[in-house]
């Protein structure tokens, strides 16, 4: 067990679909985040949750919306993306906000159409 | 504004030795971290220097200079396994996990 899952691994979605990413983390973390990788380009952090409250928002659109219902889940849902959307979605988490060494789940590489 | 230049892209030789250099301009610092992540899999933890040196961990070993704003990553006796991308990542006063954009690392036979 990788201690941090992601559902689905791969995910392809017109930009009129409704689409939910999921995470969970087995390592009894407080804190999660989510994070948008393209290709070249610095890991870009877009929401952060401690202890099942949002903490960080990075200006990120709202056609991504998170939830998280516990410590150990994370869900990213997704809605009118698009095409520039496309890119690898990585979750992560950490013990707290203070320990920063993050456990990466594998990611969901995500087409936009 | 907040900054971490690493190269782009290294080839090195399998059983060489590849030095991958990251500099970094950060508000504070609150220790550095390198990442592992073979492509289209998650990035993996490798190391984390918050003082001055140079730890060692087998193959690997992280160098930091503080005052440089400066880390390496240095890869010894090199296996084709080890070609995959090399993050760098300051985590600032703010706790904050300020990230390179990575450097993909080629091993040839």
């Known amino acids: 067990e990788t201690g941090v899952t992601q559902t689905p691994r791969h995910l392809v979605m017109g930009m009129t679909n409704k689409k939910s990413l999921k995470c969970e983390q087995h390592?009894?973390?407080?804190?999660m985040y989510w994070y948008k990788q393209s290709a070249k380009k610095p890991l870009e952090l877009m929401f952060v949750?401690?202890?099942?409250?949002?903490?960080e928002n990075n200006s990120v659109p709202s056609r991504f919306s998170p939830e998280c219902p516990n410590s150990s889940h994370l869900f990213l849902h997704l809605n009118t993306l698009q095409p520039e959307d496309s890119a690898l979605y990585l979750c992560?988490?950490?013990?707290?906000?203070?320990?920063?060494?993050?456990?990466f789940g594998q990611g969901t590489r995500l087409t936009v159409v | 504004g907040q900054n971490i230049d690493q190269p782009t892209e290294m080839t090195a030789t399998e059983g060489a030795i590849v030095q991958i250099n990251c500099t970094y301009q950060t508000s504070g610092f609150n220790g550095l971290f390198w990442y592992q992540q073979h492509a289209g899999e998650a990035p993996t933890f490798l190391s984390y220097?918050?003082l001055d040196g140079l730890e060692e961990k087998g193959r690997f070993s992280s160098f930091l200079s503080r005052s440089k704003g400066y880390s390496y990553l240095l890869l010894k006796e090199l296996q084709m396994k080890d070609s995959a991308s090399y993050l760098c990542a300051v985590v600032d006063s703010n706790y904050q996990l300020i990230w390179g954009a990575g450097t993909k690392l080629i091993i040839k036979p």
């Open positions: 949750y401690n202890f099942k409250e949002q903490t």
């Open positions: 220097n918050v």
């Open positions: 390592l009894g973390h407080n804190a």
């Open positions: 992560a988490s950490s013990q707290d906000l203070e320990q920063r060494e993050a456990f």
